[in-house]
């Protein structure tokens, strides 16, 4: 494994991987009203490596999957385990596993809840999320960061360890330093790479004035803007974040946003945050889709396996959980976020 893989050979590497992955049509079929259908017809599939139990349960199922995302992953750090684009992937992947561990830990959710769109990292591995998800307090939560030396320890235990800690505290310490290990990663990356982290920042800016809005909270919106974005100005952010309602703001945000490709993905109705994060996946697939046609040898061909492995394990995910609570099948393909090609 090399440290200094020239980006053409990273770029052939990630298109080979890439063919590994499910298509839109396999996801589908395996979208089932039943969680022993979908169980069955996932253990028939090459998508998860070691296989799944036939009568699986979600609490197995769900760890498979996630094995089946590693896997992919290794292979490609097989190659290069110190890549722009794979810096800036896990920074995202551990900013939402960790907002999610959080989030359960403060409302008492059941460990499987908590990882249900959990992705392993290098710094938080099947493991560690595991041992995460079982903690009782948030405080727990984030003395365990401590332990794993997790970069954004330290802005989080005071946070966590208060008497009541507030999820969208957390969030913001989160953000934060996902955003410096964002513009730190982009920065020794191609052009492609330094517009995907500004993009990355964009969308963090729009998540965060969608929780201010409707919200009473003494933080000034301003202070929580997060610099290194280019299409979502401060004053625009502020003015959204200081809307009546998560509707009224995603409207704002839209507008101000009319001329960027992020007019498309604030389509989500009233602003609702799993459908923003979908259309955000979405149009972030398709952008690095027609960057590495036009770019074949830059970074794009690794940030599109990137995102359609993230995109295969969300699905997968979705649909596990949707068939064990009976969501017709219907419904799940109409969620579903991989793309056709």
């Not at 030396?149 to 996902?178: E, K, M, Q, W």
């Not at 009224?248 to 007019?263: D, G, H, K, S, W």
């Not at 989500?268 to 996946?281: K, M, N, S, Y």
Request: glycine share 6%; hydrophobic share 50%.
């Amino acid at each position: 494994m090399s440290p200094h893989i020239d980006l053409p050979t990273l770029a052939a590497r990630a298109r080979g991987l890439t063919t590994h992955l499910l298509g839109r049509s396999e996801l589908e079929t395996l979208a089932a009203s039943d969680f022993g259908s979908f169980a069955r017809a996932l253990a028939r599939t090459s998508a998860v490596p070691e296989g799944v139990p036939q009568a699986a349960s979600i609490a197995e199922v769900q760890p498979a999957i996630r094995r089946m995302a590693v896997h992919h992953l290794r292979r490609l750090e097989r190659w290069v385990e110190h890549a722009s684009a794979l810096d800036l992937f896990y920074a995202e992947q551990e900013r939402r596993s960790l907002r999610a561990l959080f989030r359960g830990a403060i409302e008492g959710a059941p460990a499987e809840v908590r990882l249900a769109a959990a992705l392993p990292t290098r710094r938080l591995p099947e493991r560690a999320l595991r041992e995460l998800a079982l903690q009782p307090t948030a405080a727990k939560v984030a003395l365990h960061l401590v332990v794993l030396r997790h970069p954004d320890a330290s802005r989080l235990l005071p946070i966590a360890t208060r008497t009541r800690p507030v999820l969208f505290d957390l969030d913001l310490a989160l953000l934060r330093g996902f955003a410096q290990r964002v513009l730190r990663a982009s920065r020794t990356g191609d052009r492609n790479l330094v517009a995907w982290g500004h993009g990355r920042i964009d969308m963090a800016n729009i998540e965060m004035a969608l929780s201010f809005a409707g919200e009473a909270t003494e933080l000034e919106p301003s202070a929580c803007y997060l610099e290194g974005g280019k299409a979502l100005a401060r004053d625009a952010f502020v003015e959204a974040a200081r809307a009546g309602s998560r509707a009224q703001a995603a409207t704002m945000l839209a507008r101000a946003l009319r001329e960027t490709p992020f007019a498309d993905v604030l389509r989500a109705p009233e602003g609702d945050a799993v459908r923003l994060e979908g259309r955000a996946l979405v149009r972030a697939l398709a952008d690095q889709q027609r960057q590495a046609r036009i770019d074949p040898l830059g970074s794009a061909p690794t940030v599109e396996f990137l995102l359609r492995l993230e995109a295969q394990t969300r699905d997968l995910l979705r649909l596990a959980w949707g068939a064990s609570l009976g969501v017709p099948a219907s419904t799940l393909e109409a969620d579903l976020v991989t793309p056709w090609s």
